[in-house]
């Protein structure tokens, strides 16, 4: 079907060539390909040890390649048409455990490793690393924020009296949201000592060693942090997972959690709270059946 291969689009060029050497093998082509054909061609993919989510892309690619090829009559009639796409179970996504959390938040109560630099002169410029990123991992772990949320924060949007910080969520939407009280001590050190920064009057609440702290930043501090207390690294949106996990396990409602964490659609929640699902399961089986 060479008219069609010069000008099917370019995004789906590998996966549809795939298919085409596999049709090959059945002495079929693009264009006369069955249904048959390309349940085969994912089964042999699936045999062959290909990811779920690799065999849902490639019947994403053909759906698109076939819907054109029909709307451009290169074909007499769309082989996918009732065909449903493989279904893919998602991963679990791992969440923190309070051993690894202990050992971050202890690698963040010392200053950061400088090596081959000398350490700052300024007794308070030698200390704020660790206030710092020892408020941010707090908050992170016990609120649900958003990575993004969080490091939006501006000094203004902080209520240290009230024990909240408003974010903004998607869709700009804002919420309050509330802190802990080790939480909001580990903020209060980290502000004290943030009047003192070179760039104190920026309107951003965290700052780094030239400026505002960036996400990019956030995800570097992490990566230091995680290799000098010897963890895996943890990707900040971990910390979102953890809490969902933890709220659940403790008892939190559905709406509390949705209202907390800025979901709109329960569809999230399930995607966040279920991915731990397993592990709660597990911990309520040895509640009620530890001392039988």
């Known amino acids: ?15 549809t060539r795939r298919l085409a050497e596999h049709l090959g093998t059945r002495e079929r082509d693009l264009s006369t390909a069955k249904r048959g054909d390309l349940e085969a061609c994912l089964a042999d993919g ?30 007499d009639a769309n082989p996918m048409a009732k065909m449903k796409p493989p279904k893919v179970v998602a991963p679990p996504v791992p969440v923190i455990t309070a051993e690894t959390l202990t050992k971050l938040l202890g690698e963040c109560a010392r200053p950061k490793k400088r090596v081959g630099r000398p350490a700052p002169a300024n007794p308070d410029r030698a200390t704020f690393e660790n206030k710092r990123d020892t408020a941010l991992v707090m908050m992170l772990s016990t609120t649900g924020v958003r990575a993004g949320e969080i490091m939006g924060l501006s000094v203004a949007d ?3 009296n009230a024990a909240t910080f408003t974010v903004m969520g998607k869709g700009g939407r804002a919420r309050v949201v509330a802190l802990m009280p080790k939480p909001a001590e580990a903020l209060d050190r980290y502000m004290r000592v943030r009047r003192k920064h070179a760039a104190a009057t920026l309107p951003a609440l965290w700052l780094g060693e030239r400026g505002q702290l960036t996400g990019s930043g956030l995800r570097q501090l992490l990566d230091r942090r995680c290799d000098d207390a010897g963890i895996e690294h943890i990707n900040p949106h971990r910390f979102r997972h953890t809490f969902a996990h933890e709220a659940k396990s403790r008892g939190m409602s559905d709406g509390d959690l949705m209202v907390i964490a800025g979901w709109q659609s329960p569809q999230m929640l399930h995607r966040y709270g279920a991915s731990a699902a397993a592990h709660r399961a597990r911990d309520s089986h040895r509640r009620l059946f530890g001392k039988a």
């Not at 079907?1 to 996966?15: C, E, F, I």
């Open 158 to 160: 902080v209520d240290l």
């Open 1 to 15: 079907m060479p008219k069609v291969a010069q000008r099917r689009p370019s995004g789906l060029q590998n996966d």
């Open 46 to 75: 699936r045999d062959a040890g290909l990811a779920p989510a690799t065999l849902a892309r490639r019947f994403r690619s053909w759906q698109q390649f076939y819907r054109w090829a029909e709307e451009e009559e290169e074909v």
